[in-house]
């Protein structure tokens, strides 16, 4: 099948333990999380199939994900990095039945470019706060929020999937420092 046919709901942060776990974010907007039996990880041209053999949630923010045939640390780490993705037609009886709309998160799944130009990381989801939205991005496994408005958009590459914004200096090494 080919990428038309996934949506990324994830990314894996990194290995957990030594038995082959691995630490991951799911969206927000996905429910029944306990019903997800694979995910796919992009490989090649295609997606392999990810047989979940246990998740379960890490409080505040990540899953703890267990797969099928993935039994150590060494294969654990080999999937550090990679998105999640569901297909398009599993995807609707995970998600939350609440609005997504707005102004930003048509832009969930987005590479994230600074003004020069350099990569940041993927956009994983927008979160809503009163009276304004943040980018959720992962840096080195940690959790960075960038603030999103009209005015820092430099630039949108639909066809792409990229977002070039006005970053502020600092901002993200207050975050992963």
């Keep these: 099948m080919t990428s038309d046919h996934y949506t990324k709901v994830g990314s894996i942060v990194k290995f957990h333990g030594l038995k082959g776990a691995?630490?991951?974010?799911?969206?927000?907007?996905?429910?029944?999380?306990?019903?997800?039996?694979?995910?796919?990880?992009p490989e090649g041209d295609?997606?392999?199939p990810y047989f979940v053999e246990q998740l379960s949630p890490l409080p505040p923010k990540f899953y703890?994900?267990?797969?099928?045939?993935?039994d150590s640390r060494e294969a654990a780490m080999l999937l550090a990095g990679a998105g999640l993705y569901l297909e398009k037609k599993e995807l609707e009886?995970?998600?939350e039945v609440v609005s997504v709309e707005?102004?930003?998160v048509h832009l969930i799944g987005f590479r994230l470019f600074d003004q020069t130009d350099t990569e940041i990381a993927t956009i994983e989801d927008i979160v809503d706060l009163p009276h304004h939205w943040l980018a959720q991005v992962f840096i080195d496994?940690?959790?960075?929020?960038?603030?999103m408005n009209d005015e820092v958009i430099l630039e949108t590459r639909?066809?792409?999937k990229e977002v070039k914004i006005?970053?502020?200096?600092?901002?993200?090494d207050l975050y992963i420092s």
């Design 22 to 41: 691995v630490k991951t974010t799911l969206s927000n907007y996905l429910k029944n999380t306990e019903d997800i039996r694979c995910f796919f990880i």
């Design 46 to 48: 295609g997606y392999i």
């Design 64 to 70: 703890f994900v267990k797969f099928e045939d993935v």
């Design 93 to 95: 009886k995970h998600l």
């Design 102 to 104: 707005g102004p930003f």
């Design 141 to 147: 496994g940690k959790e960075v929020l960038i603030p």
């Design 158 to 160: 639909m066809e792409e």
């Design 166 to 172: 006005e970053i502020s200096e600092g901002l993200i």
